[in-house]
């Protein structure tokens, strides 16, 4: 199994860009989400996907949409990238049952807008 | 999602215990206390969870106190690849959202 991986590792965008940030698991889980990690910060929610079919928003969801394609894909979109967005987005997932919930990472993706 | 407060920076001896607080006064009946860190620029690691039993694994143990508002993780033997940001954070284990505050950076010093 791979986890849960996140393509691409790096990318450096223009102001006013838009590009996509994609995230697959296959461990069969229900949920899955996106986070941001600006520098010397701790891990902040932007959207989540309870279960495939539904999405719901994080603390920070201005500027972001995100697309759960099926159960396995969970994609993130910026319209319109601004240096504010610059940061370390994680994808994770998990099961999503009573008792437990652990959250599996993806190994994130470094986002640079100029 | 209850609110968790954990000390900003800590030391510890390898070889040593390191023990880190979590205070989280507002816990809910159903929210479990669950434990992840982050070593440099990884992705966060699931460590151990709880609801008012404590806990082991092979990674480290959770005490959570009796009127479940504080809990702390041991890793009982640190070393230095223990290094790493250490969040704590409170949830209903099928709820959807999960709030990371900013953790613990614990630093094993040989």
């Known amino acids: 199994n791979a986890g849960v991986t996140q393509t691409p590792k790096f990318q450096v965008l223009k102001t006013g860009q838009s590009m996509t940030l994609q995230c697959a698991q296959d461990m069969n889980h229900n949920s899955m989400y996106w986070y941001r990690q600006d520098p010397g910060m701790g891990l902040r929610l932007i959207y989540y996907?309870?279960?495939?079919?539904?999405?719901d928003k994080g603390e920070v969801p201005n500027g972001y949409n995100v697309s759960r394609l099926n159960k396995r894909e969970f994609s993130l979109r910026l319209e319109s990238a601004a240096p504010s967005q610059t940061s370390v987005y994680f994808c994770?997932?998990?099961?999503?049952?009573?008792?437990?919930?652990?959250?599996?990472f993806g190994p994130g993706t470094r986002l640079t807008v100029l | 999602d209850a609110k968790t407060t954990q000390p900003t920076s800590m030391d510890c001896a390898e070889g040593r215990a390191a023990n880190l607080p979590c205070n989280h006064s507002?816990?809910?009946?159903?929210?479990?206390v669950y434990w992840y860190r982050q070593i440099h620029s990884q992705g966060p690691q699931y460590i151990i969870h709880?609801?008012?039993n404590n806990e082991t694994n092979e990674m480290a143990s959770l005490i959570i106190t009796e009127d479940r508002k504080s809990s702390t993780l041991i890793l009982p033997h640190a070393t230095l690849r223990d290094t790493a940001v250490y969040y704590c954070?409170?949830?209903?284990?099928?709820?959807?959202?999960?709030?990371f505050g900013d953790g613990t950076t614990l630093t094993v010093k040989p």
């Open positions: 994770a997932s998990s099961p999503r049952t009573s008792g437990n919930n652990e959250q599996f």
């Open positions: 507002t816990i809910s009946g159903n929210e479990y």
């Open positions: 996907s309870a279960s495939e079919g539904t999405t």
């Open positions: 954070i409170v949830r209903v284990p099928n709820a959807g959202k999960s709030t």
């Open positions: 709880g609801l008012k």
